[in-house]
């Protein structure tokens, strides 16, 4: 089928699934109409779009999916490895909740602030700043201190 068919069948771009191509998600095959190439995809990209779909909803980003429907391909999970797989997935889905909700009380306690002071809160030299980086897991920056100048 035509990348136009496939992009109505699943209601994706064509830009996209170039793109899912690109990174080696799906394949087409080269074919020629009179001098000009197309390419052709073969059903059962339909199916692998989904199952694509289906893994970013699980979490997964683009490029970690390519290696689970290699695996994938090569020798289908059993049930109780599918269980353990979504077990894991949950895990980290609910570790990542408890991070974020973190993050949010976070801001709520800064719009608290916010709203009682009627002024923005000052993240220079307090702790706030660096509760901040803790929670959204980056590394702490501090500005290294200028020697005072000598007269």
Not at 55 to 84: D, H, M, N, V, W
Not at 110 to 127: A, F, Q
Request: glycine share 8%; hydrophobic share 35%.
């Amino acid at each position: 089928m035509l990348i136009g068919k496939l992009a109505e069948i699943t209601g994706m771009s064509k830009d996209g699934i170039r793109h899912y191509e690109e990174l080696g998600l799906i394949a087409s095959s080269p074919r020629q109409a009179g001098t000009r190439w197309y390419r052709d995809y073969d059903e059962s990209v339909v199916d692998t779009i989904e199952k694509v779909r289906q893994a970013q909803q699980l979490g997964f980003s683009l490029r970690e999916i390519g290696p689970l429907l290699k695996a994938y391909r090569e020798k289908p999970p059993t049930k109780a490895q599918t269980i353990a797989f979504l077990n894991e997935r949950l895990t980290i889905v609910r570790e990542k909740l408890e991070t974020l909700r973190g993050v949010e009380s976070f801001i709520l306690e800064k719009l608290r602030h916010y709203d009682v002071h009627n002024c923005p809160p000052s993240w220079r030299g307090t702790r706030g700043r660096h509760q901040a980086a803790r929670l959204l897991g980056v590394p702490e920056t501090r500005k290294k201190r200028r020697p005072a100048r000598s007269a």
